[in-house]
């Protein structure tokens, strides 16, 4: 069965660092998504990405962060220069195409996630 | 903003007892997905549903959409310690299907 995966499964990383997170999405999606999990808090979501361009970023999604879809496979996230509150598990997530409105289009499958320790 | 309120935020039942797990929000959802996560790992989609009154079964849990689409609850019969984990409501939302995670229930079976 398809599934997203994500590389690395843990990275450690000193303030002010910049690091790269990887995700392949399953194959016939177009939508690409970035959430976050800090320890004991909710998931939240951090941006969107269709056709190759962010569609809807959260506040959390500043200027530190930049996403891309560099060949046809990969999707990264990227934090220019970490700080301490960036730790957290990072959550890849795609969706096959198909209307807003509902149905099995809006299911979205996540990846295994990367836990980010930033020191 | 919306948000989705989960409670109970922790159940500890013995194995055999029913319960139920509720999803509440003052804002309406196109869908809504149910998510159970391990320790350490992404969350795994179990059901989406779509349609407002909807009741969804998967073995031994039942999931229902509220018929205003505003609430969602999952309910277990006869749980089994291989049903512990964090159960997560997402609700879809606007027309980049973004989720909006409710806190999770945390739910522990004892054998």
């Known amino acids: 069965e398809p599934e997203v995966t994500q590389t690395p499964s843990h990275q450690v990383t000193q303030m002010g660092q910049e690091v790269i997170l990887r995700c392949v999405p399953i194959?016939?999606?177009?939508?690409f998504y970035w959430y976050r999990q800090i320890l004991g808090q909710k998931v939240e979501f951090l941006v969107s990405?269709?056709?190759?361009?962010?569609?809807?970023k959260s506040e959390i999604f500043d200027d530190q962060f930049s996403v891309e879809r560099p060949d046809g496979s990969n999707f990264t996230l990227k934090i220019r220069s970490t700080k301490l509150e960036d730790s957290a598990m990072y959550f890849c997530?795609?969706?096959?195409?198909?209307?807003?409105?509902?149905?099995?289009?809006?299911?979205?499958?996540f990846g295994p996630g990367t836990r980010l320790t930033v020191l | 903003t919306q948000l989705l309120e989960q409670s109970p935020q922790f159940l500890s039942i013995q194995e055999g007892e029913n319960l139920t797990v509720y999803c509440n929000s003052s804002?309406?959802?196109?869908?809504l997905q149910w998510y159970r996560q391990e320790p350490g790992e992404g969350p795994v989609l179990l059901v989406t549903?779509?349609?407002?009154?909807e009741v969804k079964k998967l073995k031994r849990l039942t999931f229902q959409f509220g018929d205003a689409r505003k609430d969602s609850s999952l309910h277990i019969t006869a749980a089994q310690p291989g049903d512990t984990g964090l159960y997560l409501c997402?609700?879809?939302?606007?027309?980049?299907?973004?989720?909006?995670f409710g806190q999770g229930t945390t739910l522990q079976v004892k054998p």
């Open positions: 997530a795609s969706r096959r195409t198909g209307t807003a409105t509902g149905g099995a289009y809006n299911e979205q499958f």
């Open positions: 194959s016939n999606h177009l939508y």
């Open positions: 990405f269709y056709n190759n361009e962010i569609s809807e």
């Open positions: 804002s309406v959802f196109s869908s």
């Open positions: 549903v779509v349609t407002g009154g």
């Open positions: 997402a609700g879809f939302s606007g027309n980049t299907g973004k989720l909006i």
